[in-house]
């Protein structure tokens, strides 16, 4: 059976990446309801993890090839969990939303309504 979600890791030293956020957030993203027949990657980042993916619908990429879906960072000052998003027809990240707990984040991702992360 082919896994749902494929890790990898970027190298990236840093204090929030733990294994049971890492854990939660691999189940979260086999629950998602958009493009569930991809493979998406999971990486650790520096404070949080990003979310890359296979682009089937070829919106973003014409051939189909990996791209950025969400930046999910930890902020220790304030406690709260930023979700970003990528604009792909400048290349930049943008917030999305902040959220107290990392459940609501990834009910928030994984439902994606306005189709703002899995396009």
Same mark, same amino acid.
């Given at each position: 059976?082919?896994?749902?979600?494929?890790?990898?890791?970027?190298?990236?030293?840093s204090a929030q %990446?733990?294994?049971?956020?890492? +854990?939660?957030?691999?189940?979260?993203?086999?629950?998602?309801?958009? #493009?569930?027949?991809?493979? %998406?990657?999971?990486?650790?980042?520096?404070?949080? #993890?990003?979310?890359?993916? %296979?682009?089937?619908?070829?919106?973003?990429? %014409?051939?189909?090839?990996?791209?950025?879906?969400?930046?999910?960072?930890?902020?220790?000052?304030?406690? +709260?969990?930023?979700?970003?998003?990528?604009?792909?027809?400048?290349?930049?990240?943008?917030?999305?939303?902040?959220?107290?707990?990392?459940?609501?984040?990834?009910?928030?991702?994984?439902?994606?309504?306005?189709?703002?992360?899995?396009?």
């Open positions: 059976m082919r896994p749902t979600v494929t890790t990898m890791y970027d190298g990236a030293a %990446p733990n294994e049971f956020d890492y +854990k939660r957030i691999q189940r979260a993203l086999e629950q998602r309801r958009r #493009y569930r027949y991809v493979t %998406p990657l999971l990486l650790k980042t520096a404070n949080g #993890y990003r979310i890359q993916s %296979p682009c089937c619908s070829r919106n973003v990429d %014409p051939d189909g090839g990996v791209i950025d879906i969400a930046l999910l960072l930890f902020d220790e000052r304030n406690g +709260k969990w930023r979700l970003l998003r990528k604009d792909h027809t400048v290349g930049v990240w943008e917030l999305d939303r902040e959220f107290p707990r990392l459940t609501e984040l990834l009910d928030h991702l994984t439902e994606d309504a306005e189709r703002r992360f899995w396009q």
